[in-house]
């Protein structure tokens, strides 16, 4: 699939089947998504996958911190809603040059490459996160150190045929682009013009 092509038909699936990549696939995609622009290469960031009844356990351990019963039930069967709940943990690496929010940027933009590269193999991927990234009981049970934060559940699986995926559009973003002009007083060679200003530059 060209690069326009896959960028154009990837849609977050909210439904996803058996299969899902192997661990092996998952980590050779990683590999190309980890080339991703990342300032130092510090790949900030490690991936626990969660597969078959591991995903019931996890749901236990989110359900421990809900309010009602209600909430028990929901939190429970959230990471049943994919055959493979990759677990986005970043680990930032602290008092770097690179600054921490550069870091979760190199982190996005891995992300972001590694779904395009899912949905290039015929899988589907939703990047979910909600207070669940925060939950004592998941970070118990997966083992996170006091430093590392889960900044994303990538659910992944092939997407359900049953279901019609809507056409995407292009997003207008005229709007959000502008062009910079220097002011003719910053200018060499146009100072003069400057001179002849009543009102500031915009
Ligand atoms: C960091 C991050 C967290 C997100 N968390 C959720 C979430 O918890 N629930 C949700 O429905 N969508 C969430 N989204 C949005 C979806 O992943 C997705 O982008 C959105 O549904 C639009 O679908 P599209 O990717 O097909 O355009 C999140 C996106 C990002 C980047």
Do not use: C
């Amino acid at each position: 699939m060209e690069l326009e092509a896959a960028i154009r038909t990837r849609r977050s699936q909210h439904r996803l089947i058996d299969p899902a990549p192997s661990d092996e696939e998952f980590v050779d995609l990683l590999g190309w998504a980890a080339t991703a622009p990342d300032h130092g290469h510090l790949r900030p960031w490690r991936w626990i996958l969660v597969r078959g009844d591991s995903r019931t356990a996890l749901g236990a351990a989110l359900a421990s911190g809900a309010a009602d019963a209600e909430a028990v039930r929901r939190e429970a069967r959230k990471p049943l809603r994919a055959p493979l709940l990759a677990t986005l943990v970043l680990v930032p690496q602290r008092n770097h040059r690179v600054p921490d929010w550069e870091q979760l940027a190199a982190s996005s933009a891995m992300v972001n490459s590694l779904m395009l590269l899912l949905h290039d193999r015929g899988f589907g991927s939703m990047w979910r996160t909600g207070p669940s990234v925060d939950s004592a009981g998941a970070r118990l049970l997966l083992r996170l150190a006091p430093h590392e934060r889960i900044i994303g559940w990538l659910y992944v699986g092939t997407p359900d045929p049953t279901r019609r995926t809507v056409p995407r559009t292009p997003v207008a973003v005229g709007h959000r682009v502008s062009r910079f002009t220097p002011p003719p007083e910053t200018v060499p060679g146009r100072m003069h013009e400057a001179r002849g200003l009543t009102s500031p530059v915009p």
